[in-house]
């Protein structure tokens, strides 16, 4: 399918250079940009929601109040 784009001027001369480097067209170059970006959002968790590694099993030190940054700063050892 033939369609117009407007690009900016220099992201349409390196995407031309890196086609005649990579020797394939600027079609073929386009196409495998989107696929890519497509790919990507394909693979991210519904609803943008990510899931955080956690490390450790002990939970909190005793005696430190979650609730107190001077207490967390002060058990990280980082009293400034």
């Known amino acids: ?13 390196d995407a ?8 394939t067209s600027l079609t073929r170059l386009i196409e495998e940009g989107l696929q890519l970006r497509l790919r990507a959002r394909a693979a991210q968790p519904a609803g943008g929601r990510v899931r955080l590694p956690v490390f450790g099993n002990g939970g909190l030190v005793a005696g430190v109040d979650p609730k107190c940054n001077k207490a967390l700063l002060e058990a990280l050892g980082d009293d400034a």
């Open 1 to 13: 399918m033939k369609t117009t784009l407007d690009l900016n001027d220099q992201l349409l001369a």
């Open 16 to 23: 031309k250079a890196l086609a005649a480097q990579q020797r």
